[in-house]
């Protein structure tokens, strides 16, 4: 074991295997990482383009069995800031009080109104069917989707969501993040959405959308009946966001709206089964989303383990040839960590999450065995049409 300045041909080569990877790794999270928080701080310095119109709109709220979530969160919706809006709560069969929580708000608040779903209702998609008849029934030309089970941070969530209709955008993609929750064991859980938010966000932001999800999400009803709503993925149980966005978004029509008021808060009684149930249903309707992110994403993953398999191959052998060498390997590793720590800890903040330090070395390993699991539940439920728990939004 010694020091030496002066690398042979085998040690250079291992060294700029390892640069290539660790340049790869920089690259992905320069460019695609922190390209939300790039857009955040530059809507905070007054440098994205709004309209100040304010057109009416119509909130499709979508509930099943949600009595105690309206209770709490439907007046935080009916209270907004905005000078022309209403809300439709779309009860989808529910057996609890659902409709009795409703009928006593549309009491107090004009605006509110109701339909239902009848239990006996023949439809694949349940709530396809409950949104379309919700979006129908809607009498403004935008249309804000979200879930009973979500809460607006502040009552300018309508405002921020609208300012983002100028001339020739159809959709606004907004953001929902699950309720915090400081168990060791939901850690990864915030983790895994927080890569999740930032991979489907930088492809909107670079103008090539793929997806959104449906918590917080508003488009124009012409787009909508356009394209003959959810008909061309009606055989499905799910894609009422992600495969309906993947069909209709194009480079110009769609933006995101991140702000802080803007953002919708998901409550779920155990976030980890909420969480395990949304994995495996996007895992399921990724096979049918058109987008190159599912090979670009997926590469990236491939170079974070050849990094991490050359980076022990080099400390290794650095410990028994060269330690300058493994001082070297070491040290691309810290400048990684801390570019991957800064820009994920600070997205997190900005997105509500809970923010992993220590952990991401371990988060980063585990997250690509943990999407192989649930790639191959999905690909085996798709075979034999097998469902879940449809009670989760």
């Known amino acids: 074991m010694h020091v030496d300045f002066v690398f042979d041909d085998i040690e250079v080569i291992l060294l700029v295997i390892m640069f290539v990877f660790f340049a790869i790794q920089l690259f992905y999270y320069f460019y695609f990482y922190r390209r939300p928080l790039k857009y955040l701080e530059s809507e905070e310095k007054g440098k994205i383009a709004y309209t100040d119109r304010q057109p009416g709109v119509s909130v499709i709220v979508y509930a099943k069995n949600d009595a105690e979530h309206l209770a709490a969160y439907l007046p935080l919706i009916l209270e907004q800031n905005y000078p022309d809006f209403d809300v439709i709560v779309v009860n989808d069969g529910s057996t609890d009080e659902t409709r009795d929580v409703v009928t006593r708000f549309e009491v107090e608040y004009p605006n509110l ?115 003959k709503g959810f008909s061309s993925h009606l055989n499905l149980h799910y894609g009422d966001d992600d495969l309906f966005i993947n069909e209709v978004a194009t480079s110009d029509n769609t933006r995101v709206e991140l702000a802080p008021e803007s953002q919708m808060v998901m409550h779920y009684d155990n976030n980890f089964k909420a969480w395990r149930e949304l994995k495996l249903r996007y895992d399921f309707t990724s096979a049918y989303l058109k987008t190159s992110s599912k090979f670009v994403f997926a590469f990236e993953r491939l170079t974070v383990y050849l990094f991490y398999i050359f980076l022990v191959l080099i400390f290794v052998y650095g410990c028994y040839h060269n330690w300058l060498l493994s001082g070297i390997a070491f040290l691309f590793w810290l400048l990684r960590f801390i570019v991957q720590a800064t820009i994920l800890r600070k997205s997190a903040k900005k997105l509500s999450l809970n923010r992993p330090l220590f952990l991401l070395p371990f988060f980063d390993l585990l997250q690509t065995l943990i999407n192989l699991y649930y790639r191959i539940v999905g690909v085996c439920s798709r075979s034999k049409n097998f469902t879940w728990n449809t009670s989760l939004r």
């Open 113 to 227: 109104y109701q339909t239902y779903i009848p239990d006996e209702a023949r439809s694949l998609s349940r709530k396809k069917l409950a949104l379309t008849v919700g979006i129908k029934a809607a009498k403004h030309d935008i249309v804000i989707l979200t879930n009973a089970n979500c809460a607006p941070e502040g009552k300018e969530w309508i405002a921020c969501m609208m300012r983002n209709f100028v001339d020739g955008v159809d959709i606004v993609a907004g953001y929902a993040y699950m309720a915090r929750d400081n168990h060791r064991k939901r850690r990864y859980v915030a983790y895994d959405r927080l890569m999740f938010t930032l991979r489907y966000l930088s492809y909107i932001l670079l103008h090539r959308p793929y997806m959104a999800e449906g918590y917080n999400l508003a488009y124009r009803k012409k787009l909508f009946f356009d394209n």
